[in-house]
């Protein structure tokens, strides 16, 4: 943590980080005067400068515990490929497909077919 902060403004700079209004983050950290605390706080370089690096920080640890596209697209094709249970395999296919847009691109494809339509009316009886 930056040097110099007391307890009050390290937990200030935490919800700040994490999203709360200042004001909020002001009550929460114990100050009496949280409206004009709040924004005072905010204005000072060493309060600025930790809310920065604890927002990195937040956003490095979410980039770890949060699988990206990539990962799921291996996870599927994984999934897919080595797979004994035969749903599960065509679940991943399935999702596989609609994220590659695979179905798609057949129906675009499929579009010159030839459609007859019954235009002769019935002979009554």
């Known amino acids: 943590m930056e040097?110099?902060?007391?307890?009050?403004?390290k937990i200030f700079c935490g919800c700040v980080a994490r999203g709360r209004e200042p004001t909020e983050a002001a009550l929460e950290a114990g100050y009496a005067d949280a409206?004009?605390?709040?924004?005072?706080?905010?204005?000072?370089?060493?309060?600025?400068?930790e809310i920065e690096r604890l927002?990195?920080?937040?956003?490095?640890t979410e980039r770890d515990e949060i699988a990206g596209g990539?990962?799921?697209?291996?996870?599927?094709t994984?999934?897919?490929r080595?797979?004994?249970?035969t749903k599960l395999r065509m679940k991943a296919a399935e999702l596989l497909g609609k994220r590659t847009n695979i179905f798609e691109k057949q129906r675009e494809e499929g579009?010159?077919?030839i459609v007859i339509y019954n235009?002769?009316?019935d002979i009554p009886k």
């Open 3 to 9: 040097k110099g902060l007391t307890e009050k403004q």
């Open 35 to 49: 409206k004009t605390r709040g924004k005072k706080l905010l204005q000072k370089e060493n309060i600025q400068k």
């Open 55 to 60: 927002q990195k920080q937040e956003t490095d």
């Open 70 to 76: 990539e990962e799921i697209l291996a996870f599927l």
């Open 78 to 80: 994984l999934i897919m």
């Open 82 to 85: 080595e797979s004994n249970d």
């Open 111 to 113: 579009e010159n077919r």
């Open 119 to 121: 235009d002769i009316p």
